[in-house]
Nanobody
Framework: QVQLVESGGGLVQPGGSLRLSCSAS????????MGWYRQALGKERELVAD???????RYVDSVKGRFTISRDWAKNMVYLQMNSLKPEDTALYYC????????????WGQGTQVTVSS
């Protein structure tokens, strides 16, 4: 089983920035798509951003223009750069990877907490 480990969360003031990192235990080329979900207290889990094997990206409307997802093939890493953070960005952020060979599958990290507060 592939291991995904998130890091980079923490406490930041509104308007600040954080970069989340997701380290995979094997080549990320095995995933068709990787990305980040978040779960805030009292809210449903939502997809924040993801990136396809071909480099295409998607973002939830609330983070467009502020967050950027990227990959580093050589380091087996996926990143989420978060700028202009708002209190409503406070959540537990999960890294995930999805593949389809030989069958559909998903892997999830344990999550990293992001808290935006003054």
């Amino acid at each position: 089983q592939v291991q995904l480990v998130e890091s980079g969360g923490g406490l930041v003031q509104p308007g600040g920035s954080l970069r989340l990192s997701c380290s995979a235990s094997r080549s990320i080329s095995s995933f068709n798509r990787m990305g980040w979900y978040r779960q805030a207290l009292g809210k449903e889990r939502e997809l924040v951003a993801d990136i396809s094997n071909g480099g295409g990206t998607r973002y939830v409307d609330s983070v467009k223009g502020r967050f950027t997802i990227s990959r580093d093939w050589a380091k087996n890493m996926v990143y989420l750069q978060m700028n202009s953070l708002k209190p409503e960005d406070t959540a537990l952020y999960y890294c995930y990877g999805r593949g389809s060979v030989p069958n559909n599958y998903e892997y999830w990290g344990q999550g990293t907490q992001v808290t935006v507060s003054s």
